[in-house]
T-cell receptor, first 115, second 113 residues
Framework: DAGVIQSPRHEVTEMGQEVTLRCKPISGHDYLFWYRQTMMRGLELLIYFNNNVPIDDSGMPEDRFSAKMPNASFSTLKIQPSEPRDSAVYFC?????????????FGPGTRLTVL | KNQVEQSPQSLIILEGKNCTLQCNYTVSPFSNLRWYKQDTGRGPVSLTIMTFSENTKSNGRYTATLDADTKQSSLHITASQLSDSASYICVVSARLSNYQLIWGAGTKLIIKP
């Protein structure tokens, strides 16, 4: 299995621009998570989906952030408009259902820099 | 408030030496505790997971312990190798929600030759 795939790996953009991050979860996994990691705040859960349905988006920082999962093999995290404080590494993770003991598998992350 | 605290923040040891990383938590009700390894520029990878009834679990040279009474966990690395250089993150799951994972800030471990 190729694991969780994220693109792009690096993104540099200017303040005010729209940014779209993409994720392909591991085939067969029915949960998908979006995280943000910074030096100051560590790993933060932004939103997660179960069977393509958003379950908890309480971690989404502002209305500028939105996430979609149109099908079981694809999800996007969009920031519009982007701001310098959005600069971080964004991780996507997926897992199988079955209980709290299931392990989340992380993608390589997208390093976002907003100038 | 559910919290996970790790110590030390960073650690430098010589290759071949052992080390122990600490994790204290105040998560309640407790479901399980995991240790993740995160290499620079990569996503976290799960090393171990322990439930309430388990007090030790090994994964090769990594051994995790859990004391549910004192709410403490440790990760012991034996005979360290250069490839062990990474951040080690303690993550605790609360029983109320399968996906409420409380992440520690991590310990940055550097192995020097």
């Amino acid at each position: 299995d190729a694991g969780v795939i994220q693109s792009p790996r690096h993104e540099v953009t200017e303040m005010g621009q729209e940014v779209t991050l993409r994720c392909k979860p591991i085939s067969g996994h029915d949960y998908l998570f979006w995280y943000r990691q910074t030096m100051m705040r560590g790993l933060e859960l932004l939103i997660y989906f179960n069977n393509n349905v958003p379950i908890d988006d309480s971690g989404m920082p502002e209305d500028r952030f939105s996430a979609k999962m149109p099908n079981a093999s694809f999800s996007t995290l969009k920031i519009q408009p982007s701001e310098p404080r959005d600069s971080a590494v964004y991780f996507c993770a997926s897992k199988n259902s079955g209980g709290a003991a299931d392990t989340q598998y992380f993608g390589p992350g997208t390093r976002l820099t907003v100038l | 408030k559910n919290q996970v605290e790790q110590s030390p923040q960073s650690l430098i040891i010589l290759e071949g030496k052992n080390c122990t990383l600490q994790c204290n938590y105040t998560v309640s009700p407790f479901s399980n505790l995991r240790w993740y390894k995160q290499d620079t520029g990569r996503g976290p990878v799960s090393l171990t997971i322990m439930t309430f009834s388990e007090n030790t679990k090994s994964n090769g040279r990594y051994t995790a312990t859990l004391d549910a009474d004192t709410k403490q966990s440790s990760l012991h690395i034996t005979a360290s190798q250069l490839s062990d250089s990474a951040s080690y993150i303690c993550v605790v799951s609360a029983r109320l929600s399968n996906y409420q994972l409380i992440w520690g800030a991590g310990t940055k471990l550097i192995i020097k030759p």
